[in-house]
């Protein structure tokens, strides 16, 4: 238990790492990124839970849709540059709303459940 949790705790780090670094690097170069920081945004947090499910450790729900979030986001913003669209995704409101309706879901699926 005690070496899951030392991995996990290992994966996080590097995660964050990587995360500050990527998130450095695309505020360093100017211009428009079309998307791509919140690409590599997704990338990461969804590589994070990869590697835990690959070891069995438990994947965190809340990272898992942050991550998707952040892809979905970064794929609209780099399909609409490409298609020379203006489309305008924040992603807090965004991740605010999606978060509360997974809370919402998974509780009323939990109570279905226990009926």
Same mark, same amino acid.
């Given at each position: ?13 590097? =995660?964050?790492?990587?995360?500050? $670094? +990527? ?14 920081? +919140?690409?590599? @945004?997704?990338?990461? &947090? ?23 979030? =952040? ?8 399909? =609409?540059?490409?298609?020379? $669209? ?5 992603? &807090? ?11 919402? @879901? ?7 459940? $226990?009926?």
């Amino acid at each position: 238990m005690n070496d899951i949790k030392t991995l996990n705790q290992r994966y996080e780090t590097v =995660a964050w790492g990587v995360l500050f $670094l +990527w998130i450095g690097a695309v505020w360093l170069v100017p211009g428009e990124h079309f998307g791509i920081g +919140w690409l590599g @945004i997704g990338i990461i &947090f969804l590589g994070l839970n990869w590697a835990r499910h690959l070891r069995r450790i438990p994947t965190n729900w809340l990272s898992i849709t942050l991550g998707m979030i =952040a892809l979905i986001l970064g794929a609209v913003k780099l399909l =609409a540059s490409l298609l020379k $669209l203006h489309v305008e995704l924040p992603f &807090f409101p965004v991740s605010l709303v999606v978060i509360g309706a997974i809370l919402l @879901i998974r509780t009323v699926v939990k109570r279905e459940q $226990l009926n």
